[in-house]
Structure formats: C-alpha cells, structure tokens
C-alpha cells in the first residue's frame, strides 16, 4: 500500500489552535467553561473538607451523636461511632442507641467481602484506562498469562465500548506474542475507543517499523499525530527515510509553528534543509536555535561546516 503523505500537511488541522476565528472562539468558550466547572467542582470539595474538619472537632468536643449521625451517613463513615466513644462517654440511652446501631452498622459492613469502599476502588482500578496499560505492561514482560486474565476482567467493564475495545487490544497483543505480526498489525487497527486506541497505534507503529513496512508506519504515525503533536517529529523523520525531504520539511515547520517551544527540533530541520542543499534556510534555523541556546555545541557546529573559514 501507497501511503500519501501530502494528504497530512494539507489536511491538518491541531485541536490546540485554528486560524480561524468562529473555532478558536468555540475552542476559547469550551475552555473557559471547563474551567469554570472545575473551579465550581473545587469550590464543592473545599465546602465539604471545611464541613468534616467542623465535624472532627466536634467529635472532640463531645457534641452528641444526635447531631453527628447525619454527617456521618452523609460520609458513610458510620465507624466514626468508634471514634466518638474514644473521647466522650454517651450522656443518655437515646445516644447509646444511636452509637450502638452505629456501631452495630459499621461492623457488618467490614464483615463483607466487598464493602462500599472496596467497591469505589475496585471501580477505579478496572477502568480501561489502567487496565489497557496493565495489559501493555504484560505485552512488554512476555505475560501470556497476565494478559487472558486482564481478558476476564474486561467483562466486568460497564460499557459495551471500552469492554469490546480492551478485549479487541489484548487479543492484538496475544497476536503479538506468538509472533503472529501480520494479524497482530490488523487487530491493533481495530481498536477504535480512545482510551486503548493510543496504546493499539503505538504497538502498531513498534510492529510495522519492526517488519520494514515504512508505508504502514506513516498511516499509524498520522493516527498518533491525534493524540500528541509530539508525533510528528518521528512522522517527518519517516517521510525524510521515504526519500521525501520536502514533505518532512513541511511537516516539522507546521510542528514548530504548534509548539515553538520545542526549538531544537530546528536541528531536525536544519539537517533536512542540508539534504535539500538549502544553506540559507539550514543557516536560519541553526541562529534561532542559537538565540534561546547561545552555548548548543551541536548548532555552532553545524554553522562552522557551513561556513568554513
């Protein structure tokens, strides 16, 4: 397969900016609304520490368990009983009831094999997130046998999505042990849910660079382009290997336009102008370099052999 990679430099468009104006507006306004519903969200967990630190002290203090219980259900930290009878002693049996049941509540619920903290972490730990790295960890020990039971586990993900895209990645990566790398290649492919789609692509890249087929890297590398800009630079760097300098020099100016940050990557791009026998523009980005990093060895050299004394 042909790979046109023109197709890149004419279609890109980064998420981080748009030149024009109706959607770096809509980017500006998307933006400024999640920071204002993290700043509110920020504000609710604030509210709620001030509540239970008040709460705290006034376990010290001795308020009666009729005026705490309510919080501590709120918490679900009914063991908070326990806590309570350590500092104060109960002043009537309306309050040794409501410390006993307390109590009582909060030791059943430690009897369980799941208890609702259990259950809260258990949710977080077997998010695709951390198991779709779980199974790239396996993928990167040789654990054959970690992977079939993160593939058990995956059943027991809520959303039909994420449990069909983590099953989709491991039987990839059960292809890619076995040396398997054709079928490996087209199942990693398959893998469409964000979430695990960035891991796919990237043992996809490991596995067409592996096997020589440059073609295929080039269309996995514009697939990771989505999820960091970072890519392109091994993007332009496989272009240039393809013996298409012009189309790498394009790709890394875009680059630098998103992230001007990243100057020494003009050292990338001064060794490709080389190649296109382009000295101005070679001596251009080898100076800027120099204007952020006046003492970069690696820049004052490569001016030295483009201007030999």
């Known amino acids: 397969m042909t790979y046109n990679f023109t197709h890149f430099s004419e279609n890109f468009n980064p998420e981080l900016e748009s030149s024009e104006l109706q959607s770096a507006i809509e980017q500006l306004t998307i933006f400024f609304e999640s920071v204002n519903s993290a700043s509110v969200q920020y504000g ?39 806590f309570w009878l350590r500092f104060n002693n109960p002043k009537n049996n309306e309050e040794v009831a409501i410390l006993e049941d307390g109590t009582n509540r909060f030791q059943i619920e430690m009897t369980k094999s799941d208890t609702l903290l259990y259950s809260k972490l258990k949710k977080t730990v077997q998010s695709l997130s951390v198991l779709a790295d779980k199974a790239k960890e396996a993928l990167i020990g040789n654990k054959p046998q970690e992977l079939k039971y993160l593939k058990e586990t995956a059943l027991t993900l809520d959303s039909d999505n994420e ?30 849910e964000p979430l695990a789609q960035h891991i796919a692509l990237q043992q996809a890249l490991n596995l067409a660079i592996k096997s020589e087929r440059y073609q295929d890297a080039l269309m996995v590398l514009e697939g990771l382009c989505r999820f960091s800009l970072d890519y392109m630079v091994p993007y332009a760097e496989m272009i240039d290997l393809l013996g298409n300098t012009l189309n790498a020099v394009d790709v890394l100016k875009i680059y630098l336009m998103q992230k001007p940050q990243q100057y020494l990557i ?25 204007s952020q990093e006046p003492d970069n060895k690696t820049a004052q050299y490569m001016l030295l052999q483009l201007n030999p004394t």
């Open 44 to 82: 609710h967990l604030l509210e709620l520490a001030e509540e239970r630190a008040g709460v705290r002290l006034q376990e010290l203090k001795g308020i009666s368990p009729k005026e705490l219980c309510p919080y501590w259900e709120k918490y679900g930290e009914l063991g908070r009983a326990l």
């Open 163 to 192: 449990r069909y895209a983590l099953i989709q990645l491991i039987e990839a990566m059960e292809a890619d042990l076995e040396n398997q790398n054709s079928l490996a290649f087209d199942r990693y492919l398959l893998v469409k």
């Open 266 to 290: 003009n050292l990338k791009l001064a060794t490709l102008y080389l190649k296109l026998q382009d000295l101005e523009s070679s001596r251009q980005v080898l100076n800027l370099v120099l």
